[in-house]
């Protein structure tokens, strides 16, 4: 597992050098990024999941989760703002040189994680099978809406502060930064809360704030606007995606032997989810304009909320 994530990180710099050099010969590395980000999903993300499930305490992965994912969001809360002001100063290509930097060194925690040894027992046609298994409809219908939410989070999202921005860099980075920054906090409080109040409680409270945070986004006009329903949103997803994550890395350390079989289902039904998400916003966006991408996203968080229901594959 842990061989896997360090091989993973190459191919994580090599997808950003691909767009580092992407001037010199467009259709080259666009060739060169896409199989090398595709390589590093396929390495990094499973052994991922696989450890963070074997090695935290099941009675206290709510508060272990806030911290890991508060780790994260302060980097996240930098990066937007760092990343604006280079772009403003410089140009695409020292942005994308020092990301390969920054990527490179990640490796180095990674020779700290104790070695996990699994065994993978399902073939390709196993895996559609448990995919389409009604046993297992709660986790795949679950992280489906996960990935088709993520999706407009990852990529509609941004551009449509991109445009209401008019392209300002600095503006746009500033916004996410600050956002991000007023809601670190909250991720501690939710991680106790998840532990003391349980997952379903806290999960279905953070799906109604989460849920009516993308339809308050479809009446975003002003960057003040941005911010104030960011925020709330944001505020959802916290309370929404700590309780989602931590269940689920309960059912995977739940399958025991099981466990990357399960992790692989689960990693699958959130591709497949953004992967419909991604082709249905080109019709989406284009017969009814990007706003209407959000209604889709908030009836895919409804869906999020079956991940509380047990499933053990086999």
Not at 299 to 314: E, G
Request: with cysteine; proline share 2%.
């Amino acid at each position: 597992m842990k061989k896997m994530m360090v091989f993973a990180v190459f191919f994580s710099t090599a997808s950003v050098i691909a767009r580092y050099l992407w001037e010199g010969d467009p259709e080259f590395y666009l060739a060169i990024f896409f199989f090398a980000f595709i390589l590093f999903k396929m390495l990094y993300w499973v052994p991922y999941h696989v450890e963070f499930a074997a090695f935290t305490d099941k009675k206290m992965r709510g508060k272990q989760f806030a911290v890991l994912s508060n780790m994260s969001q302060f980097i996240l809360a930098l990066m937007p703002l760092i990343g604006g002001f280079i772009l403003t100063v410089s140009d695409y290509e020292t942005l994308f040189l020092s990301s390969a930097v920054v990527i490179l060194v990640s490796i180095v925690p990674l020779f700290y994680i104790k070695e996990t040894k699994e065994v993978y027992e399902w073939k390709a046609v196993h895996l559609l099978g448990e995919i389409l298994s009604k046993a297992n409809r709660p986790i795949v219908i679950s992280e489906f809406g996960n990935g088709m939410q993520a999706a407009v989070g990852k990529v509609v999202w941004p551009i449509f502060i991109f445009i209401l921005l008019k392209g300002n860099y600095f503006s746009v980075g500033l916004v996410a930064s600050v956002t991000v920054i007023a809601l670190i906090v909250l991720g501690f409080v939710t991680g106790g809360l998840i532990d003391k109040w349980g997952r379903k409680v806290v999960l279905k409270f953070g799906a109604i704030l989460y849920t009516t945070g993308w339809i308050l986004k479809i009446f975003v006009e002003t960057t003040f606007g941005i911010f104030m329903v960011d925020t709330y949103h944001s505020l959802g997803k916290v309370v929404n995606k700590l309780p989602f994550d931590t269940t689920a890395y309960d059912h995977a350390s739940d399958n025991g032997h099981f466990i990357d079989e399960f992790t692989v289902l689960k990693e699958t039904s959130l591709l497949l989810g953004q992967c419909f998400m991604y082709i249905a916003s080109i019709f989406v966006i284009a017969l009814f304009g990007i706003t209407a991408t959000f209604i889709f996203a908030a009836f895919a968080t409804l869906l999020m909320t079956l991940i509380t229901r047990n499933v053990h594959v086999k």
